[in-house]
């Protein structure tokens, strides 16, 4: 699977172009501000169906116009597959593959397996369990349409849930058997998606550690843990436990919506004992982890997009990643870097080929 025409129309910085790619590795060069890492959001935006770095649509539209456009061209198992999102201001966003527009954006998730690689993924680390809930719903859901269902029907429960919960505060009422519906609903879905995470976690754990062995030398050991109080007792059992706390709070304490993740480096948690070199490399290993698993589950080798990743690592660790970029496991890669020589030094000895898109 590669991507082979991307036309871009009032996106961002950009007012019109195309970019033809080659199958393997494209590179944009070019000072900070250029527009760089907007190729790799609208890349990214193909593939799931929203940017990665703004959850406002309307500053996405070029400033002074009213809509944009950002067209891509796939050839996917030997098909070519033409996927359009368009937006027009205070208009619904359109996406379109082969000029049929999608009803639910579920529908198109896991089409177009990718992996974004950023600097923004040290938010990962440094911020709350909701950040590092969102990677990891992302990465199941684009194997598995079943999981990115329940966690839409979980979500609406919750909210359902929540309003009631508000409901009897302000009028002074309680319904217990109203809310057993919606425990008993949260029970079902949550249980599939804790059980979902479990399973995730076993085989993405592998792939972790075993891509940081490669780029650290062996040098240190790292680990991702799974973190939920539906490990030790079942979501319904916590639902009613917690029923006069939820009550008081106004809103749903327990459920996996409090999960998370936890990052480890030689046992002990990243985000206190790794140094800045090594959290970057556990957020590029964490992406790599991610690759491996959505080649596995897919059965398609997933884009991968490098976003100016090579400030601030070592010779050693740069020389490792273009190692494991040079196996054949790889597909379509593009990076983005201010540094044009060290750009081209890169790609010559990958030995495979490429276009640098000098910007």
Not at 55 to 65: S, W
Not at 125 to 130: C, M, N
Request: include cysteine; proline fraction near 1%.
């Amino acid at each position: 699977m590669h991507l082979k025409e991307l036309k871009l129309y009032h996106f961002k910085n950009f007012d019109e172009k195309t970019f033809i790619f080659d199958r393997k590795i494209n590179c944009f060069v070019g000072d900070n501000g250029v527009g760089k890492t907007n190729i790799l959001d609208a890349i990214y935006f193909l593939a799931i169906g929203k940017s990665y770095f703004n959850n406002n649509i309307r500053q996405i539209v070029k400033f002074g116009e009213t809509a944009f456009s950002i067209k891509g061209t796939f050839d996917i198992n030997g098909k070519q597959e033409v996927i359009h999102i368009s937006y027009q201001l205070d208009k619904k966003k359109i996406i379109k593959r082969n000029n049929k527009v999608y009803e639910r954006l579920a529908d198109h998730i896991g089409l177009i397996p990718l992996v974004m690689i950023s600097p923004y993924d040290r938010d990962l680390i440094s911020e709350r369990g909701d950040t590092r809930r969102r990677f990891i719903d992302k990465i199941i859901s684009q194997a598995n349409a079943g999981y990115l269902s329940a966690l839409i029907n979980y979500q609406k429960v919750l909210a359902q849930r929540n309003r009631l919960l508000k409901y009897f505060a302000a009028n002074h009422h309680f319904d217990n058997k109203t809310l057993q519906i919606y425990n008993e609903q949260l029970h079902q879905y949550g249980t599939l998606i804790h059980h979902k995470r479990q399973e995730f976690i076993k085989d993405f754990a592998i792939f972790l550690k075993e891509k940081y062995a490669i780029l650290s030398q062996n040098k240190e050991q790292v680990n991702i843990i799974y973190d939920s109080e539906l490990s030790a007792k079942p979501l319904i059992d916590l639902l009613n436990q917690n029923i006069q706390k939820d009550r008081i709070l106004q809103h749903t304490s327990k459920g996996i919506h409090r999960d998370d993740f936890l990052f480890e480096i030689n046992g002990k948690p990243i985000k206190k004992f790794g140094s800045q070199g090594q959290q970057k490399s556990f957020l590029i290993t964490l992406r790599l982890a991610e690759f491996e698993f959505l080649k596995q589950k897919s059965q398609q080798v997933p884009i991968l997009l490098f976003d100016d990743i090579f400030d601030k690592l070592d010779e050693n660790r740069v020389t490792q990643i273009v190692k494991m970029v040079n196996d054949k496991t790889f597909g379509q890669i593009f990076i983005t870097d201010t540094h044009a020589e060290r750009t081209k030094n890169l790609v010559k000895n990958i030995h495979q080929s490429f276009k640098i898109f000098a910007l």
